[in-house]
Each structure stands twice: as C-alpha cells, then as structure tokens.
C-alpha cells in the first residue's frame, strides 16, 4: 500500500466517525404534566414545544400504551427531506400528503425521531416503536391524546429533527420543565430563588 492510499484510507475512516458520532451538544427534555418540549445544547435552552403524550399516562410495559418516563436517545431519523404532512406507516413514505387537522385522519407524517430506552424503566420503549413525530392533528397538541409517542406539530418537529443528531438524549419527566431547565423559570422566580440562596449565604 502506498503513502498516499494509507493517506486516503485514514481520510475516509475520520469521515465516517465523524459521520457517526453521537449528538452530544442536543438534549430534549419533555414534561408530562406541561405537555412541552424543551431542546437544549450544549446545556442552554434554545426552544420550547408544545406535545402531546399518550392518554393512557406513563409506562413502559408492552400493550401499555403509555409514554415512558426517564432517558431515552435518538437512534433513527426517518424522513429527510419529505415534505411537511408527508404519510409515514411502518416508517416508509405512502406517497399521502395530508393537510393539518384533516377529519378523521391520524397518522404519522413529516419526521420520526425513534427512540431507545437507556434504562429499566424504559427498556421496552425501542420495541414498543416510540417516536417523537408529526401529527395531523394539531388541535390536540397540548392535549395527552397519544398511544405512547410524543407528538409534535409538523413545523415543529422538522424543526427538532434539523437540529438534533442520533444518539441525543431525551429525556422525559413527570415534573415541570423548570425543575431540570431552570433558566426557563419565569425572571420573577428567578430571582426569588437567587434571593433566597443570597440570604443563606448571608445567614
């Protein structure tokens, strides 16, 4: 082997690890009981969703239907480029476009970011098929109406999947956003909160 292919051989296997190295400057926390969404990197909140998780609550067991709780991570992102309200079903395009708040229509369109378990809790959410995705049915975000998933409104969630790469956490709560982010709390509550840590200090 030549110099110059040792050269190019080294090149391309730094681009493919670069290619597949996991998104470690995204985080997505998600709150159950606000039904919203925060994305952060590199530890700063950088936009708030609104959601809608599954009605059935929280869990993890198969047939549950519910949202499971704890961190996850991206391991697919299905949908690269397809128009918005583009029809997913077994995570392969239809052909279908469908427009918001189509009557009687629930599916999956524009992205699905697939997420794994990384704990006990949520070991069962990769086979499970737990996404965050679109919805047609935007009137109902806000609203725990899903099966499982995290749904988002289409523009949104083409926003989270243009940002956010595989292997980024996620992480969902049964608490306010504002107990994991608390640069999200309202300035009020802020600053309530540093006067009381100015005071003990002073104490």
């Given amino acids: 082997m030549t110099i110059r292919s040792a050269c190019f051989l080294i090149a391309v296997s730094i681009c493919l690890t670069s290619c597949v190295a996991p998104d470690t400057h995204h985080q997505v926390i998600i709150s159950i009981p606000e039904q919203r969404m925060a994305l952060l990197e590199d530890g700063a909140p950088i936009a708030t969703y609104p959601v809608s998780t599954s009605k059935y609550g929280t869990a993890d067991f198969p047939g549950s239907y519910g949202t499971p709780l704890g961190d996850l991570e991206i391991v697919d992102k299905i949908g690269e480029s397809a128009p918005s309200g583009t029809v997913f079903k077994d995570r392969r395009r239809t052909g279908e476009i469908v427009s ?104």
């Fill in 100 to 203: 918001v708040n189509s009557p009687g229509r629930d599916p999956i369109v524009s992205r699905i970011l697939w997420l794994k378990g990384k704990e006990p809790q949520n070991a069962s959410a990769y086979g499970r098929y737990i996404y965050i995705h679109g919805t047609p049915e935007e009137r109902n975000i806000g609203l725990p109406v899903s099966y499982g998933c995290i749904r988002m409104r289409s523009r949104d969630v083409i926003e989270v999947y243009d940002r956010v790469g595989k292997g980024a956490q996620v992480t969902i709560v049964d608490a306010p956003l504002e107990a994991f982010v608390p640069s999200l709390a309202p300035v009020a509550t802020r600053i309530a909160t540093a006067g009381e840590l100015l005071n003990k200090l002073n104490r």
